[in-house]
């Protein structure tokens, strides 16, 4: 039965036709996954096989950023402890560990106003962005170029 808008296709006999539909590639703010590689290691290796290599604590932080992040991979974790205390080296060395495996890199003091971001807000936080090419995010063409000025300006 045909609608009464519906338009006639005209098909030559012995041909076939294929309907098919493309579904939108939508996972909410965890978009993809990407393959890293290392200096190391020749062979690629995924996400999950290089947080399996970090310590617990580093995990649980991680996970923590992840959850955190916004549209643009940047995420505030608050500053829990005072500089200099045991618990402080503590965060700093699972700091370390995540960012030697470039899944994050530490955001300076100088360049928060140069990412339009307000400076006072993150006075008592450590602000650091997850790697674009890692894990895809919303605003992934905005986060690959702050990431790119970010690294170089380091």
Same mark, same amino acid.
């Given at each position: 039965?045909?609608?009464?808008?519906?338009?006639?296709?005209?098909?030559?006999?012995?041909?076939?036709?294929?309907?098919?539909?493309?579904? $939108?590639?939508?996972?909410?703010?965890?978009?993809?996954?990407?393959? =890293? $590689?290392?200096?190391?290691?020749?062979?690629?290796?995924?996400?999950?096989?290089?947080?399996?290599?970090?310590?617990?604590?580093?995990?649980?932080?991680?996970?923590?950023?992840?959850?955190?992040?916004?549209?643009?991979?940047?995420?505030?974790?608050?500053?829990?402890?005072?500089?200099?205390?045991?618990?402080?080296?503590?965060?700093?060395?699972?700091?370390?560990?995540?960012?030697?495996?470039?899944?994050?890199?530490?955001?300076?003091?100088? *360049?928060?106003?140069? =990412?339009?971001?307000?400076?006072?807000?993150?006075?008592?936080? *450590?602000?650091?962005? =997850?790697?674009?090419?890692?894990?895809?995010?919303?605003?992934?063409?905005?986060?690959?170029?702050?990431?790119? $000025?970010?690294?170089?300006?380091?």
């Amino acid at each position: 039965m045909l609608k009464s808008d519906a338009i006639p296709l005209f098909v030559p006999a012995g041909t076939s036709i294929q309907l098919s539909r493309k579904k $939108s590639n939508n996972f909410g703010r965890f978009q993809a996954v990407g393959e =890293l $590689s290392t200096l190391e290691k020749k062979a690629s290796y995924d996400l999950l096989e290089a947080v399996t290599t970090l310590s617990k604590g580093a995990q649980r932080l991680f996970i923590h950023i992840i959850k955190h992040r916004d549209d643009c991979n940047f995420c505030h974790v608050p500053r829990e402890s005072e500089v200099g205390t045991a618990a402080y080296k503590v965060t700093m060395r699972w700091f370390a560990e995540i960012k030697k495996l470039a899944l994050i890199t530490n955001i300076k003091r100088d *360049h928060i106003p140069l =990412l339009g971001l307000q400076r006072k807000q993150y006075e008592k936080h *450590h602000l650091v962005m =997850l790697n674009p090419s890692y894990i895809k995010c919303r605003e992934q063409t905005n986060s690959q170029i702050y990431w790119n $000025s970010i690294k170089r300006a380091e």
